[in-house]
């Protein structure tokens, strides 16, 4: 019986050779092409670029570090987004933890960038030139001209010549045909200044890591005549590192003697601040004397390992509060927080003491006048004509229900409006109702300071040094080769080629290889380029 047909033709892939399977990738496998991704140039440059978008709320979001109270307030005035940002960690972006693991990732990936490529370049500043291509007029650049000098002379004057302009030299001889040959290369401090230039960068990601959790920061408001001692309840707001015990501060203080002011008064920039300083009397010990300094705007008062800095200044009036029989309830002044360019501020003063207890939302004019709308402005941040206008409560302050309130917000839920009234230095506001009364009897001034201690300043700034330091090597500096070969020429005498060869394109290799052929004794108007 005859077989069919189809039977009698061979499967198409019959006779070849089966695909090749891939050998399992493995647990080691599969760690090394994880770390040859992280450590990858392309990743180190995706996660600095997170980084600087991850550092992006840090700057536009209030800060808990920083300012807590703004943190409070944000949150209070957007309830639907901010409580989602706050989970996430916006309103504390550099202790965060996505934060942290980008950092940690871009640390780890230039590690592994660098340190491979300076143990290849310790090898490359090693090792001798290269030797001579076998044909040296096939480089981009090359000379070709012919001396009746002797090969050997010729080669002792090449050397001589570019070991008296800093290049590494290397005498050698073809195993092909016998000539011989010198190599030379210079501008090896161009990939150093390149590594350098990413080690400074490592330090630079170290010594902030170091501030942030050896390091400690924070706010203080001062009047004139007040102190300040460096303990965690004296501070408006304190942020610390991971490794910061507030019980260890250094136990230095100041206190603030005299803060003064002086405001330009011409047309051209009327209101901005000509003198701004802070005389302040500190010890760096309880036990130390004390000492006078003058704190001025970029310039710190610098004690016990910490910088006192000069950040802002404002108003604080001074008031009397009477209750209804007459008796003295409230006799301080009270700061109050500029909210423009001309210093209107606006405070709060809180009176539980009286009865029934007094509340008070205050608007400071340091050079009042009238608007068309019957507001209270101030023209000017000098207190020329000062003027607080008082809006006044009573009732319950919530004091007691043990939830902390701002000292800068009165909570009037609980309480009646009683009136609204502008005072004058001097003046006496009686309260209606037999509620008591008030005197504005004038105002200090207050001066705010930040006080931080950084570790990692020194390095940071030593890093950012050297990070120039190697980016101008790398930018200014060459890396070239040259080579000079001799061999007998046909017509007698000695044939000698120059070449060279750069990495980069900016090198005026053509130039170097001149000077070089014309060192040798070549004939400028009759020298030849190789093809």
Known sequence: MTEPLDSAVPAPDAGLPDEPTLPPLGSIGLLRWMWRQLTSMRTALVLLFLLAIASIPGSVLPQRGTNPLRVDQWLEQNPGIGPLLDRAGFFDVYASPWFAAVYLLLFISLIGCVLPRIRQHAKSMMAPPPPAPRRLTRLPVSQEFTSSVDGAALLATAQGYLRGRRW??????????????????????????????????????????????????????????????????????????????????????????????????????????????????????????????????????DVAGAKVFLVGHGYAPRFVVRDSTGEVVFDDAVVFLPQDGNFTSTG????????????????????????????????????????????????????????????????????????????????????????????????????????????????????????????????????????????????GGTLVQVAGLAKTDSVDLPADVRALAVALGADVDDERSAP
Do not use: C
């Open 348 to 491: 709060v003063i809180k009176v539980p003491d009286a009865s029934p207890s007094l509340g008070f939302n205050g608007l400071f004019l340091p050079t009042a006048a009238r608007a068309g709308s019957g507001m209270g402005i101030s023209v000017f941040p000098a207190a020329d004509n000062p003027e607080v206008l008082l809006a006044a409560f009573r009732g319950d302050l919530g004091l007691d229900s043990g939830v902390p309130q701002s000292i800068y917000a009165l909570d009037t839920s609980k309480m009646v409006k009683v009136g609204l009234n502008p005072l004058a230095p001097g003046d006496t506001w009686t309260l209606p109702n037999d509620s008591g009364s008030i005197e504005f009897t004038g105002y200090e001034r207050w001066a705010s300071f930040q006080i931080a201690r950084d570790p990692g300043k020194e390095l940071a700034l030593l890093s950012a040094l050297a990070a120039i330091v190697g980016l101008m090597l790398s930018l200014f500096v060459r890396r070239r080769r040259l080579w000079v070969k001799v061999m007998a020429a046909s017509g």
């Open 168 to 301: 590494r030299v290397r005498l050698g001889e073809s195993p092909v045909d016998g000539n011989t040959w010198i190599a030379a290369e210079k501008g090896y401090l161009r990939e150093t200044g390149n590594l350098v230039f990413h080690l400074a960068l490592l330090l630079v990601l170290l010594a902030v890591a170091v501030g942030g959790v050896m390091g400690w920061k924070g706010n203080v408001i001062v009047r004139e005549g007040s102190g300040f001692s460096n303990t965690l309840t004296q501070y408006d707001a304190w942020g610390g590192g991971r490794f910061v015990n507030p019980n260890d501060l250094a136990p230095f203080s100041f206190t603030l003697d005299r803060f003064t002011v002086d405001f330009e008064r011409s047309d051209a920039q009327r209101g901005a601040p000509r003198l701004f300083e802070a005389d302040v009397t500190y010890r760096a010990s309880p036990d130390a004397e004390p000492t006078t300094r003058t704190i001025e705007v970029n310039e710190p008062l």
